[in-house]
């Protein structure tokens, strides 16, 4: 009788399991087939965004600008703001000291810059020696290449070379586009700046339930304070790059170290690209302006060694852990904003980059690679039975 009662429960539980597992299977079903259609429509925006954001770069890029801005000197406001400076006035002070900041490293960078692009073709012809007295010793290069193009023939006939407009006329067109975007940007940064304590009061106080007030608060504060904390982390290393760029340029002698200097602490904000450029720099200049190729390379041998001390050893160690990125994605979002908006887009990839990586790490980050083999997109399904209790 033992036997048979424990039988008659087991058999409906065992029949209310199977219906359970088939609405189970079939919801993970609907939701592998949504996220296949959210993975397509994300790819999609992804290979169809850059040609909206360049086409409407007088708007998107201001905007986008004003955004990182704000999100780096925000805690400067909010810092001046416990001295007791009103809002107006701590949002003002924040933008007016980043501005002075800009100034006076692009001040002390183009004005010798412009006074040494005079002496760029007496560097052209000094390098044109180098190269012709190295030409010398590989002569053999020359006569293999002088046959290899009378096998092959030159082709004749005329060529059309069209007009293009000169660097002045081209700088005049610019010149009232980039104003206008600079001016938008300033305003934009300002106001948002200006915004934010209310807009911290909204994000808090306009949540039905006290979780999401406390995940939006959350999400805030660790998107400001990681690309806050990571551009005046890396400010304060290219500050001392400079400073020891500006130091080794007048141990060698060499002219206007301060330009070097500032040179190097901008250039350095670029990862992997800004090194090379002003490794590219320091060779020209250095073969444009030595008596022999061995002491011109110089400059850029010193240098390369620096950059390789600072990005493989003292970066990675004061940055840590927590600021630390897949050099792959670094190259990615470089590529990509820099194909959208150029230089400033080059510039603004890695707090961009450093603003999704916060946002996906609170509101959950894609398992894409694991979906393409069968697993959830995301790690933590809803849809998981619970363990009864």
């Given at each position: 009788?033992?036997?048979?009662?424990?039988?008659?429960?087991?058999?409906?539980?065992?029949?209310?399991?199977?219906?359970?597992?088939?609405?189970?299977?079939?919801?993970?079903?609907?939701?592998?087939?949504?996220?296949?259609?959210?993975?397509?429509?994300?790819?999609?925006?992804?290979?169809?965004?850059?040609?909206?954001?360049?086409?409407?770069?007088?708007?998107?890029?201001?905007?986008?600008?004003?955004?990182?801005?704000?999100?780096?000197?925000?805690?400067?406001?909010?810092?001046?703001?416990?001295?007791?400076?009103?809002?107006?006035?701590?949002?003002?002070?924040?933008?007016?000291?980043?501005?002075?900041?800009?100034?006076?490293?692009?001040?002390?960078?183009?004005?010798?810059?412009?006074?040494?692009?005079?002496?760029?073709?007496?560097?052209?012809?000094?390098?044109?020696?180098?190269?012709?007295?190295?030409?010398?010793?590989?002569?053999?290069?020359?006569?293999?290449?002088?046959?290899?193009?009378?096998?092959?023939?030159?082709?004749?006939?005329?060529?059309?070379?069209?007009?293009?407009?000169?660097?002045?006329?081209?700088?005049?067109?610019?010149?009232?586009t980039v104003v206008l975007e600079v001016l938008l940007?300033?305003?934009?940064?300002?106001?948002?700046?200006?915004?934010?304590?209310?807009?911290?009061?909204?994000?808090?106080?306009?949540?039905?339930?006290?979780?999401?007030?406390?995940?939006?608060?959350?999400?805030?504060?660790?998107?400001?304070?990681?690309?806050?904390?990571?551009?005046?982390?890396?400010?304060?290393?290219?500050?001392?790059?400079?400073?020891?760029?500006?130091?080794?340029?007048?141990?060698?002698?060499?002219?206007?170290?301060?330009?070097?200097?500032?040179?190097?602490?901008?250039?350095?904000?670029?990862?992997?690209?800004?090194?090379?450029?002003?490794?590219?720099?320091?060779?020209?200049?250095?073969?444009?302006?030595?008596?022999?190729?061995?002491?011109?390379?110089?400059?850029?041998?010193?240098?390369?060694?620096?950059?390789?001390?600072?990005?493989?050893?003292?970066?990675?160690?004061?940055?840590?852990?927590?600021?630390?990125?897949?050099?792959?994605?670094?190259?990615?979002?470089?590529?990509?904003?820099?194909?959208?908006?150029?230089?400033?887009?080059?510039?603004?990839?890695?707090?961009?980059?450093?603003?999704?990586?916060?946002?996906?790490?609170?509101?959950?980050?894609?398992?894409?690679?694991?979906?393409?083999?069968?697993?959830?997109?995301?790690?933590?399904?809803?849809?998981?039975?619970?363990?009864?209790?």
């Amino acid at each position: 009788m033992t036997n048979g009662t424990e039988a008659e429960k087991a058999g409906p539980r065992s029949g209310e399991a199977t219906p359970r597992r088939k609405r189970l299977a079939f919801a993970e079903e609907e939701l592998r087939l949504i996220s296949a259609l959210v993975v397509l429509i994300a790819i999609g925006l992804f290979l169809a965004l850059p040609f909206v954001l360049s086409i409407g770069s007088v708007v998107f890029l201001p905007l986008v600008t004003a955004i990182i801005l704000t999100i780096i000197l925000s805690p400067v406001a909010d810092r001046l703001a416990r001295f007791g400076l009103p809002n107006f006035l701590a949002s003002l002070a924040a933008l007016a000291i980043f501005l002075a900041v800009v100034s006076l490293a692009l001040t002390a960078v183009l004005r010798p810059a412009l006074s040494m692009f005079d002496d760029v073709p007496a560097m052209v012809d000094r390098i044109g020696e180098h190269f012709n007295a190295l030409q010398g010793n590989l002569a053999w290069i020359s006569r293999l290449n002088d046959k290899v193009a009378g096998l092959v023939g030159s082709a004749g006939g005329q060529r059309v070379v069209l007009a293009e407009p000169t660097m002045l006329q081209q700088l005049a067109f610019a010149t009232p586009t980039v104003v206008l975007e600079v001016l938008l940007t300033l305003l934009m940064a300002f106001f948002m700046i200006e915004a934010r304590v209310r807009m911290r009061r909204r994000l808090l106080l306009d949540r039905q339930e006290f979780g999401a007030s406390l995940k939006a608060a959350r999400v805030m504060r660790d998107v400001q304070d990681r690309v806050a904390a990571y551009i005046l982390t890396v400010g304060l290393i290219n500050l001392c790059i400079g400073i020891i760029v500006t130091l080794g340029a007048w141990a060698l002698g060499m002219d206007f170290p301060v330009m070097w200097g500032g040179l190097a602490a901008l250039l350095n904000f670029l990862p992997y690209v800004g090194p090379l450029v002003m490794i590219g720099l320091l060779t020209l200049f250095g073969l444009g302006t030595a008596e022999s190729p061995v002491v011109g390379l110089i400059p850029a041998a010193a240098y390369l060694g620096l950059h390789a001390t600072e990005s493989n050893v003292i970066t990675p160690a004061i940055l840590g852990a927590r600021f630390t990125m897949n050099p792959v994605m670094i190259l990615l979002a470089l590529s990509y904003f820099s194909w959208i908006w150029g230089v400033t887009g080059a510039l603004l990839s890695v707090p961009i980059l450093l603003t999704v990586t916060a946002l996906m790490e609170h509101l959950g980050r894609p398992n894409i690679i694991g979906f393409l083999f069968g697993e959830p997109l995301f790690a933590a399904s809803t849809l998981e039975p619970r363990e009864p209790e």
